[in-house]
C-alpha cells in the first residue's frame, strides 16, 4: 500500500508530496523517482525533527523551483492526527507563497491551503473529484 500522495498545485507548477509512516531512506527513494535529488545537508536536518516530530514540513528542490515534502508519523485517523496535517499543509502553504514572491498575498494563501486540505481530505476520506 503507497503512502505517498503528491498534489500538484498547477496555478504554481508545483508538488506537495505528502507522506506518513515512512522513513528519511524511503522519502528520498521516492523524490529520486520524481527526479528531485536530496543531499545529506537535507537527510541530517530532517533527521532532527524525525524522531519527536508528529509532522514535517520541508522544501524539495531548488530555491525558484521547489516543491514541498509534507511528513506525518501517523497516516491520520482521529481529530489530534487530522489536526497534524493541517498544520503542515500551512508550512507548505507557505512554502508554496515564499516560492512565489507572495508572501504577503492572504487569499492566494488561503485559496492555495483550501485546495491542499481538500485534496489531502479527498484521498483520505475516500471522496470523489470535485
Known amino acids: 500500500t503507497t503512502k505517498f500522495l503528491a498534489i500538484y498545485v498547477p496555478i504554481y507548477r508545483c508538488t506537495v508530496l505528502l507522506t506518513w509512516e515512512t522513513t528519511v531512506d524511503e522519502i528520498i ?3 529520486k523517482k520524481r ?3 536530496q ?3 537535507w537527510k541530517k536536518e530532517f533527521l532532527e525533527f524525525y524522531e519527536n516530530a ?5 522544501k524539495l ?4 523551483n521547489t516543491d514541498s515534502l509534507v511528513w506525518l508519523k501517523k497516516r491520520p485517523a482521529k481529530a489530534s ?4 496535517l493541517y498544520h503542515e499543509l500551512y508550512h507548505a502553504t507557505d512554502n508554496i507563497l ?5 508572501r504577503d498575498e492572504r487569499e492566494a ?3 492555495i491551503y483550501e485546495f491542499l486540505s481538500f485534496r489531502a481530505n479527498q484521498y483520505f476520506w475516500g471522496f470523489p473529484k470535485r
Open 35 to 37: 527526479g528531485v535529488k
Open 98 to 102: 515564499i516560492d512565489h514572491n507572495m
Open 29 to 31: 527513494k521516492q523524490c
Open 61 to 64: 528542490g531548488e530555491p525558484g
Open 54 to 58: 508528529a509532522g514535517i514540513t520541508m
Open 39 to 41: 543531499d545529506e545537508k
Open 109 to 111: 494563501a488561503a485559496h
Open 81 to 84: 492526527e487530522y489536526a497534524v
